[in-house]
């Protein structure tokens, strides 16, 4: 498996990043201290292992700073034997999950 792009809206410190262009194998994110790189991967890490309807202090985290939005989310295009995908997860307010693959229709 490898990542394509991450698109993340509310979410903590970040109000909005759109990153692209991910080439199979190594890539590296860089930026100055307390830029976001850590609120990015704790992102990547909630696409794949934090339920959308989850509660709680670590759900709470996810709340973007000093914002009236209550809707952290998270995109996460892949690519898995041989196959495109895109993992789409928003918190706490009207949450939802939505897997796009090469089927017919979003699961």
């Known amino acids: 498996m490898y990542l394509k792009s991450l698109r993340v ?3 903590a410190s970040i109000l909005h990043a759109d990153l692209e262009g991910f080439d199979p194998g190594l890539n590296v994110v860089v930026g100055d201290n307390e830029a ?10 909630a696409a794949f292992f934090q339920k959308y309807r989850g509660r709680g ?4 985290a ?12 998270v995109s996460v295009a892949f690519s898995h034997a041989g196959s495109d995908y895109r993992l789409t997860k ?13 089927w017919a229709s979003p699961i």
């Open 57 to 60: 202090e670590a759900v709470e």
């Open 9 to 11: 809206s509310e979410f």
């Open 36 to 45: 976001g790189k850590s609120t990015l991967l704790r992102a990547l890490r």
């Open 90 to 102: 928003s918190f706490l307010t009207r949450a939802a999950a939505e897997l796009e693959g090469p």
């Open 62 to 73: 996810f709340l973007p700073y000093g914002g009236d939005g209550r809707r952290p989310t």
